[in-house]
C-alpha cells in the first residue's frame, strides 16, 4: 500500500501547526488520582502517542469545576491549582516528543458515576438518562433523576469552563476542546427529550445549543488569542448509541451555523462510522455538514482504522482525522501507515476489565 498523502501532510490549526492530520481523539481512561491529579503514568501513556507520530494529542475528558461536573472517579479535574501542577508533566512529557497536547473540558451532567464533591446530578431538566450505568467505570444500577439548573448555575458553569480554560494554558496545553457530545451536560441540552426547558436554553433548537456557543464564547474570550479552542459533537449518546437529531439536516444546520458563527478553530463530530450518511440511507455525512455549514477545521471520527478510510475522509472534505480504539492497539498508527504496516486490531484487553491504563500501554515502563 502507498503511504497515503493527505493524511501524512501538514496542517495549520489555529495557531499551531501540525506536522500530519492525525489525532488522538479523547478516551476515557480512569486513571488519575482519586483527587482528579494527573499522574506520572498517565504522562508516559499520552507521551507515547506523541512519539507515535500522531500530529495532536486529544486528552480524556477532565472536569472544570468543583461541583457537579466530574463523570467517574479516576477522572482527571483541572479544576484548582494542584490539577494544574499535576497536568504539567503530562504536557511537558508530549512537548519533548514534538507533539501537541490539547485538553478535553467536560462536564458529566446527568451521566455522572462518581463525584468526590457532591452528591446528586444535575441536567437542564429533571429527566432520568435511559439505560443504567457502566460497571466498568464504576457504576452501579440506574441513573440518578438529576436536579434542573437554575439560571444562575447555568452562567456559573459557563465561567466554570472558561476559568478551567485559563487553567489549561497554565498547565501547558496548547488548546481545549469543549466537549458537547456523548450525552454528557451540554449535549442534554442540545438534545430534545433531555432538556425539557422553557426558557431561552430550551424548545427550539436554536435556543437549546445556546449553551454549547456560550461555552465556546467564554471560552474563547479567555484564552483564544493565544490557544486554540475546539468542540466536539456527535449524535449518539454514551447511554443511547442509535441517536440522531430530530430534523435531520436542518438541525444540523443550525447547530452548525451557530457554532461555526462563534468561529471555534475547529468542530470535532464523532459517529459510529464517519463515512457512512448521518440521516439514513444516502446524502451526507455529519463531518461533510459539520464543514458545509460550521465554516471551520473539521475532525472526523469513526472507524477510520485503516489508513485507506482515513484519507477517504479527508478526500471527502475532513481536514484532520482522529482515531480511538486502533490508536490504543497501535501508539504507533502514522509510523505504520507511513510505511504501509499492518495495522493491528486487537487490544489485548486492554480496555478490560476496566478501561484504565495498562502497563503495556507505557511503552516498557512496566510496574
Known sequence: MT????????????????????VLAPMTRISAEKNGNATDRMARYYESFAAGGFGLVITEGTYPDEEYSQAYIGEPGIANAEHVR???????????????????????????????????????????????????????????TPKELRLEEIKAIIAGFAEAALRAEQAGFDGVEVHAASGYLLDEFLT????????????????????VTEIIRAVKEKVGQRLVVGVRISQAKANYFVHKWANG???ARII??????EKPDYIHITEYNALLPAFGDSGSTLAE?????????????????????????????SDLISLGKAALANHDWVFKAENGLPIESSLDNILAPTPNLKDQELYGHAE
Open 3 to 22: 503511504a497515503p498523502k493527505k493524511l501524512l501532510s501538514t496542517y495549520n490549526l489555529g495557531n499551531l501547526t501540525l506536522k500530519n492530520r492525525v
Open 86 to 144: 499535576a497536568w504539567k508533566q503530562v504536557t511537558e512529557a508530549v512537548h519533548a516528543k514534538g507533539g501537541k497536547i490539547i485538553l478535553q473540558i467536560a462536564h458529566a451532567g446527568a451521566l455522572s458515576m462518581g463525584n468526590i464533591y457532591k452528591k446528586g446530578t444535575v441536567a437542564p431538566s429533571a429527566v432520568k438518562p435511559l439505560g443504567e450505568q457502566s460497571p466498568a467505570f464504576g457504576g452501579e444500577g440506574e441513573y440518578l
Open 192 to 211: 430534545d427529550f433531555t432538556n425539557l426547558r422553557q426558557d431561552e436554553y430550551g424548545g427550539s433548537t436554536e435556543n437549546r445549543v445556546r449553551f
Open 249 to 251: 439536516e436542518e438541525d
Open 256 to 261: 452548525f451555523e451557530a457554532i461555526g458563527a
Open 289 to 317: 455538514l459539520a464543514k458545509k455549514y460550521g465554516n471551520t477545521t473539521v475532525i472526523a471520527n469513526g472507524q477510520l482504522d485503516q489508513p485507506e478510510d482515513a484519507e477517504r475522509a479527508l478526500e471527502a472534505g
